[in-house]
């Protein structure tokens, strides 16, 4: 028994040993017929892959979910996703029809711009109001094709004193506000061109190209200087009548409003010193209308750089906003982002309000 038990055992260790040996020799076979078989495959292969993943691409309808994994390559591309601007809201929560369509967009160098056909789509949105941010243009050289434009028959400019190529803001009206007054009150900077004042009947129009902290924060100190500064500003006008801010604010104010929030937070744009202006606003007793609007929406962006691809794969900013006095809100209309505008690095924004 003792003795077959052990012959037993030994033949249980060759049979398993050969098992495995047998197993081994068959998955070498296998591995390598296989690798030859792919690297054959592969090389002859090559000149439809491309074609095929074009094709992959375009038959894909996913923009709006989680980004498909396929292949086995881990740098595979992530599906952008990207936002649709809904169809505009006409009517306030408390009821009224809009009466006044205002426009901003941070036009990154305004003869540019026109170049680029900025106007067509201008006249076909067809704001009461336009106003412009990041003009970088000197009064004298401003394109006739904007200058003469007979839609907007009351036009006015801010550019930097010294720079000419730097900054500067415009506004443009279908009619005649009651004021117009450009800077905040204050030398050191009102030298740049960043602001224009309009006063209508109603309310107080603001625009405005707020000062970038700019590559390593050089500027970040005079940044929070500003901040405190234009918050006071705004508050004076808020005590006379309500105010609507819009413009480049060169912040993004929380994670959702961008794309890489947590690669930035020593960026310019998403500093905790810039966020905080932000706020500081907010507690003063403005109102972001997008997000007062759409507080859950994600990849809503207004600004991509222009490196990388940015803009098609939406890798992108928020720093584009209408802020209104709380007085405003219930007149809030709409709060658009016209994302598919193309001209700038930055896209336009647009407000339907009843005020
Ligand atoms: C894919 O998109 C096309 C065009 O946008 C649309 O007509 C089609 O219905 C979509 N297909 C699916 C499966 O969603
Ligand atoms: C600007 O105006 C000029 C002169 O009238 C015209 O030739 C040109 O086509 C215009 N450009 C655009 C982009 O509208
Ligand atoms: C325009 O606004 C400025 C600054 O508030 C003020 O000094 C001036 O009197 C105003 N002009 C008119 C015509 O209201
Ligand atoms: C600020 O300016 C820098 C260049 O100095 C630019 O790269 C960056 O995109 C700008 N940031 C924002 C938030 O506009």
Redesign the pocket.
Known sequence: MRLARLFGGVWLVFTSCCETACLRFCCVRAVCLKSVFTVRASSSMKRGKKAEEAATAEGENDTGSAPAKKGKSAKEPEAPILYDDPPDKMTSKDGREANTKITSWNVDGLRAWVKKNGLDWVREENPDILCLQETKCAEKDLPANITSMPEYPHKYWASSNEKGGYSGVAMLCKTEPLNVTYGIGKEEHDKEGRVITAEFPNFYLVTAYVP?S??GLVRLDYRKTWDEDFKMYLSELDIQKPVVLCGDL?VAHQEIDLKNPKGNKKN??FTPEEREGFSQLLEAGFVDSFRELYPEQTYAYT?W?YMMNSRAKNVG?R?DYFLLSSSLVPGLCDSKIRNKAMGSDHCPITLHIAV
Do not use: C, D, E, M
């Open positions: 970038n700019s590559k060169n310019a744009g600004f750089t900013w720093l």
